[in-house]
């Protein structure tokens, strides 16, 4: 398996700062992705980075991609209450069928 | 946007009985769709590919006798979790991934107690 490793496994912050989140990964990708999960629901997808991508956008989210450290950061900025979810990297590898494969994931508490 | 049903959302069923849970795309067609299985406060671990037409692949641990996968069409795939013990409860997740670009769909998930 190439489940990679987050980090923080757990963020608590306040309202308004910001929260970035790491994982890393063992093998080449295609592409790495970002997806939310609130407690006990199905997987809200967030944003998709290319291997040929460093970094890139959406909203208050930013992700970078680290091809050479094998390694993502998703950064929220100023956050909100709503934002409290599990957040969780997923690689897709041609090596391993396109397969979307999991990192452990950051349980990120935003407190108002 | 591509949606992915999956049904029951909850499930409740007696050790030694069997559940099928059904993952459908509604509006895109796949070839392949992916069955996680989820622990409390654990991160999604991939059980088996599905494949349109062919056996479904299982990772290394999962077995495939226990947890039968159907994909007999491009829009529905389906897990049967046989002669169920209650440490088969999970929240249970499938994916589709269109047939074409690189999207992968999720549905929101299949709860399943066995008591």
């Known amino acids: 398996s190439q489940q990679g490793e987050e980090d923080p496994q757990a963020l608590s912050i306040q309202e308004g700062e910001n929260a970035t989140m790491n994982c890393s990964y063992k093998?080449?990708?295609?592409?790495l992705q970002w997806y939310r999960q609130n407690s006990g629901r199905g997987l809200v997808h967030l944003i998709l980075?290319?291997?040929?991508?460093r970094e890139k956008h959406s909203g208050r989210l930013r992700v970078t991609l680290d091809t050479s450290k094998k390694s993502s950061s998703l950064l929220i900025t100023a956050s909100r209450a709503a934002d409290t979810a599990s957040y969780f990297c997923?690689?897709?590898?041609?090596?391993?069928?396109?397969?979307?494969?999991f990192g452990a994931g950051t349980i990120l508490r935003v407190k108002s | 946007g591509a949606v992915v049903s999956q049904h029951p959302s909850r499930v409740i069923c007696k050790s030694g009985t069997s559940v099928k849970i059904e993952c459908r795309s509604l509006?895109?067609?796949?070839?392949?769709m992916f069955w996680y299985r989820q622990f409390p406060k654990q991160s999604l671990m991939l059980m088996a590919t599905?494949?349109?037409?062919?056996?479904?692949?299982?990772e290394q641990g999962v077995e495939k006798d226990k947890f039968l996968i159907n994909h007999a069409s491009l829009t529905l795939s389906t897990l049967t979790v046989t002669s169920a013990h209650p440490e088969d409860s999970s929240f249970y997740i499938c994916?589709?991934?269109?047939?074409?670009?690189?999207?992968?769909?999720f549905g929101s998930g299949t709860r399943l107690t066995v008591v």
């Open positions: 509006d895109f067609q796949a070839t392949t």
């Open positions: 997923a690689t897709a590898s041609m090596e391993y069928g396109n397969k979307l494969v």
């Open positions: 093998t080449s990708i295609n592409n």
């Open positions: 994916s589709a991934r269109a047939v074409t670009g690189y999207g992968y769909t």
């Open positions: 599905s494949n349109e037409g062919s056996k479904a692949t299982y």
């Open positions: 980075i290319r291997s040929n991508e």
